[in-house]
């Protein structure tokens, strides 16, 4: 995979894995989160990263943080192989790439007020020196994300859900990253307050120039947000494409299923279609395309059970592991 000079973060083959328990004659297995997955995201770029649930897009987020290790490939980040970093070597790197959490109630620690919530990168950053300066600088950071000084005091479970994930938020920025995961950080909420949090990041992306890795499982929240989308399915990308592309012509049966399986949004319009079948376990993936056992394209060749379909460029950026890509265009 080629990246552009301008990418902040590039990973080539990707692959996670976890141990899970004993097999057969008691071999011990592993299960393939991820597997060999390239990502290049620019500067100030905001991609998605959709699929359903266990499909592996948190795996891969958290390995492109080095929170979670690699079993293979390689990621770069500011031009710096990161793969092999030691947890030392890693401190001033994790400054610049920051994670944004599905449930800010969990990330958020009960004992701490708001503003010791949001202190805490700065002193374990070493970034502000002096109880007034670093009492500034939560303020200021509070109010870059919404909310008024007055929430400094209160604990997290004074606050609603949209201010809990606006304190995350303001936690994220402290350390003045380049790169967010923003792993489902809306799923939590109501629409209305998912709307908000949405606009607020737009915001800080556009006033601070970030880079989002948005993780989703609804391809609406990905739409409005993100420049280019990547449709996961168990533990690989199997389209690739500009926002606009993926939704206005979807290539992978998969994409289209999903995208026919989002709920109405009109009133009186036809419910949403459910998506066939369910995901298979990533310990025993189906041979050749993984999503063969749910596919509803017709004439499939043999191919479709016998061998893995490839990302292949199908023009203007637009990738697709489909061995149909060609009847998939209309
Ligand atoms: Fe369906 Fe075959 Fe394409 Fe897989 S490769 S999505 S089974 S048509």
Not at 105 to 119: E, G, I, K, M
Not at 171 to 199: G, K, M
Request: hydrophobic fraction near 40%; aromatic fraction near 4%.
């Amino acid at each position: 995979m080629t990246a552009s000079p301008g990418t902040l973060l590039r990973a080539e083959a990707v692959t996670v894995e976890y141990p899970a328990g004993a097999g057969l004659f008691g071999r011990k297995e592993r299960l393939r989160a991820v597997v060999e997955v390239d990502l290049a995201v620019g500067p100030g770029e905001c991609h998605g990263l959709v699929g359903e649930s266990g499909c592996g897009k948190s795996s891969l987020g958290r390995a492109l943080l080095r929170l979670t290790d690699i079993a293979g490939g390689r990621i770069q980040f500011e031009g710096r192989d990161i793969t092999h970093l030691s947890p030392r070597s890693m401190r001033p790197i994790r400054r610049r790439m920051q994670m944004i959490f599905q449930d800010p109630y969990a990330s958020l620690n009960p004992r701490f007020t708001v503003a010791q919530a949001v202190a805490e990168p700065l002193i374990i950053h070493r970034l502000e020196s002096g109880r007034a300066a670093r009492r500034e600088r939560v303020l200021e950071l509070l109010w870059d994300v919404g909310l008024d000084g007055s929430v400094a005091g209160r604990y997290p479970h004074e606050l609603s859900g949209g201010q809990r994930q606006r304190v995350g938020v303001a936690r994220a920025l402290a350390v003045d990253p380049t790169f967010i995961v923003a792993d489902e950080p809306v799923s939590a909420l109501d629409v209305s307050v998912q709307a908000q949090l949405l606009n607020l990041l737009e915001d800080l992306r556009a006033a601070r120039g970030l880079a989002f890795l948005f993780i989703s499982h609804d391809l609406r929240v990905v739409r409005h947000l993100c420049d280019q989308v990547s449709v996961m399915y168990l533990g690989r990308v199997v389209e690739r494409a500009p926002t606009d592309e993926i939704f206005s012509r979807p290539r992978h049966p998969y994409t289209r299923a999903l995208l026919a399986a989002l709920p109405s949004m009109r009133p009186g319009e036809a419910p949403a279609q459910r998506l066939p079948g369910e995901v298979p376990s990533p310990l025993d993936p189906p041979s050749g395309c993984a999503f063969h056992p749910r596919c509803s394209v017709a004439d499939r060749p043999e191919a479709c059970m016998e061998s893995l379909p490839g990302l292949e460029d199908c023009g203007g950026g637009h990738l697709v592991a489909c061995h149909m890509r060609e009847k998939t265009e209309e």
